[in-house]
């Protein structure tokens, strides 16, 4: 593996592009931060904004308006570029026109003799991360998708202001389907080691509770886009702890869309599972344990995604 210049390439100036912008020069995970968008004009003004303030960054970065032939040497290409999702439209309904938009984007990126690793966020994420390890031919540790990694963080956030503890004490996860079919690992959510589900079991009476948090993790986007039109804040930070888990060897553990091998007993799927980030990639699948119900709803979730990824087969 190549040392690490920690240049890093954004394919998408939108709304989820520049928030990832904003927190990648906050944070100065990156040394070159490059910004590629069919929008120029805004592209231009985004970097100056940005390096108008890059001298109260965490460390130095350097900002710039790029073109395809920038990815040659670059270490990260994050793609945010697509088809926005509607109010009332679900991820899987913006396949067949995102999946388009990124086989144009991938085949530019390649061309420019791009040696490096992808980092997907475009929905839906976990269709289209695996399509661009299928395209592009690149290791499957090469290739991540952004996954359950948000849904995750609004999970432990949701119980965390139930249970009156800060969201860094929750252990908590959410897996599969970046979308609808997603389930939440309650057998495995603890605080010190105590069963979240049970607690808020003894303190309601119920289960109802549990499946409230969980609703609510799920529909989160629908009820975010309906308001202000999308989301954009929680997934660039997403991306942005995923990027430095990467450019950083953390050998840290999220819930990104990672391609499985015979784990959780399925082969070829993305999806969003627990995985070993570190400057190899997506080195590692752990194969949390799961309670018997979990694991019907786990085999859905792939089944969901194994079906809409045969609509689009024929793009490969």
Wanted: glycine residues 8%; hydrophobic residues 40%.
């Amino acid at each position: 593996m190549k040392k690490f210049s920690k240049k890093v390439v954004l394919i998408g100036d939108g709304s989820v592009g520049s928030s990832y912008a904003f927190a990648m020069v906050t944070q100065g995970i990156a040394d070159e931060f490059v910004i590629i968008d069919i929008a120029k004009d805004k592209v231009e003004a985004d970097v100056k904004d940005l390096n108008h303030g890059a001298l109260y960054s965490a460390s130095p970065v350097t900002v710039k308006a790029g073109e395809y032939s920038d990815c040659k040497d670059a270490d990260l290409v994050v793609i945010t570029a697509g088809a926005p999702q509607k109010p009332g439209e679900t991820r899987l309904q913006l396949v067949e026109k995102n999946t388009k938009i990124m086989k144009s984007i991938v085949s530019s990126v390649m061309d420019s003799g791009f040696d490096g690793f992808f980092l997907i966020a475009a929905n839906p994420v976990d269709i289209l991360t695996r399509y661009v390890k299928e395209v592009t031919g690149l290791p499957a540790e090469r290739v991540i998708g952004s996954g359950t990694v948000l849904d995750s963080a609004r999970f432990r956030y949701l119980i965390s202001q139930e249970l009156n503890v800060v969201p860094s004490s929750v252990h908590a996860s959410i897996i599969g389907e970046h979308g609808d079919s997603e389930l939440a690992v309650w057998s495995q959510a603890n605080v010190a080691g105590i069963s979240v589900f049970d607690t808020l079991k003894e303190q309601t009476g119920s289960e109802a509770k549990a499946e409230e948090l969980y609703v609510n993790t799920r529909d989160a986007a629908y009820d975010i886009i309906q308001a202000k039109g999308s989301t954009y804040y929680g997934i660039a930070l997403a991306l942005l702890r995923i990027s430095k888990a990467l450019l950083n060897n953390e050998n840290s553990v999220l819930t990104v869309s990672s391609q499985l091998n015979g784990e959780y007993g399925h082969k070829g799927v993305y999806l969003g599972v627990p995985t070993l980030i570190n400057q190899n990639g997506a080195i590692k699948v752990y194969e949390t344990p799961l309670s018997d119900n979990e694991k019907q709803l786990f085999d859905q979730s792939v089944n969901t995604l194994e079906e809409t990824y045969e609509s689009i087969k024929h793009l490969v």
